[in-house]
């Protein structure tokens, strides 16, 4: 039998401190896709648990990343989301310009100082890979390479023929609730029957398998009916991959604070497919989601509940995680 976490985990805000470090910091964190930076000068930008990054389209056609901070008083250089911004990066607050491949290229208006060397402050940049064309951001410098990580949903892809084509449009939901409240809802079917009634009527519910695969969880169920193709693949920590008859998803489980998540959608599909039993079944399940999840982290706050125990045969995806959180928060 397998405790669950403690309740204060999913409350204390200094428990989120501790999880940016040795979670979100020392892991590979998605950021986009390259076919949404198309031209040179596009770039994307977010966070990853509070710490801004940006990926622009270099001359020549690389990636690079940085941190979205100007090195001179910690203006941001770019608004969050998507956009052009020509051949430099120029500070929001004091208008400081940088060269694309991060060197401060003008100071703009600062005068002379004396030991000011520009050279010295360029942007911070940041460890970028590429998946298939998926952008992630390692901010800490140290995570294994992203291949390895990502080699089990490597191989499920292969299996099952998983083509992308270019993204096509993002959703955002934001839910008040922790985001390991979010990411166990996530990591098991137990709760189907009770929260998803349609989605029950879709799937054999009896059949339902969570399988770990290194970091990897694949869940698996057949489908009787309707726009889910019984197929969606969790990574450590916080990305999934939902598969549709039409398309696929990549939901980025986003936290945005120790009682705040954010959910960014980014839909892949053919043009021309009609997406909208896809988008209404989507949208259906993550109502459902947030309304169980905030339910669960208003228990959790009330102090009531302090652990609890997990189910060997619904909750081994579950069960896997908290692990891991246990062992990188000792």
């Not at 955002?172 to 029950?200: F, M, Q, R």
């Not at 598969?243 to 954010?262: A, F, K, S």
Request: charged share 25%; proline share 5%.
């Amino acid at each position: 039998m397998q405790e669950t976490l403690p309740a204060a985990l999913y409350r204390d805000p200094l428990a989120y401190g501790r999880e940016r470090a040795a979670v979100f910091d020392a892991g590979w964190q998605f950021l986009g896709h390259e076919s949404e930076l198309p031209a040179e000068g596009d770039y994307l930008a977010s966070e990853a648990a509070g710490r801004p990054v940006v990926a622009v389209r270099a001359a020549g056609g690389e990636i690079k990343a940085f941190h979205n901070v100007c090195r001179h008083r910690a203006g941001p250089l770019t608004q969050d989301g998507r956009g052009n911004c020509g051949g430099e990066l120029v500070c929001r607050y004091h208008g400081w310009r940088y060269a694309l491949d991060g060197r401060l290229r003008s100071a703009v208006g600062f005068g002379a100082a004396e030991g000011f060397d520009p050279r010295a402050f360029g942007l911070i940049s940041v460890r970028l890979a590429l998946w298939r064309g998926f952008l992630f951001v390692n901010l800490g410098g140290e995570a294994e390479p992203l291949e390895a990580l990502l080699a089990p949903l490597d191989r499920l892809f292969e299996e099952r023929g998983v083509r992308l084509p270019a993204a096509s449009f993002r959703r955002s939901h934001d839910l008040a609730c922790n985001w390991k409240t979010y990411v166990e809802n996530y990591l098991e079917g137990y709760h189907i029957g009770p929260v998803h009634p349609a989605l029950a009527e879709e799937v054999e519910v009896d059949a339902y398998r969570v399988t770990m695969h290194g970091a990897v969880a694949l869940h698996e169920v057949p489908t009787r009916s309707g726009v889910n193709d019984g197929l969606w693949a969790w990574v450590w920590p916080n990305l999934a991959f939902n598969v549709y008859r039409y398309g696929l998803m990549v939901e980025h489980m986003r936290p945005i604070g120790h009682d705040r998540t954010r959910l960014d959608y980014l839909y892949f599909h053919e043009p021309g497919a009609d997406l909208t039993d896809m988008l209404a079944a989507s949208d259906q399940l993550t109502a459902e989601d947030k309304a169980i999840c905030e339910a669960v982290q208003r228990n959790l706050d009330a102090g009531v509940y302090e652990t609890g125990v997990l189910s060997a045969r619904h909750e081994v995806g579950v069960g896997w995680f908290q692990s891991r959180i246990a062992t990188l928060l000792r």
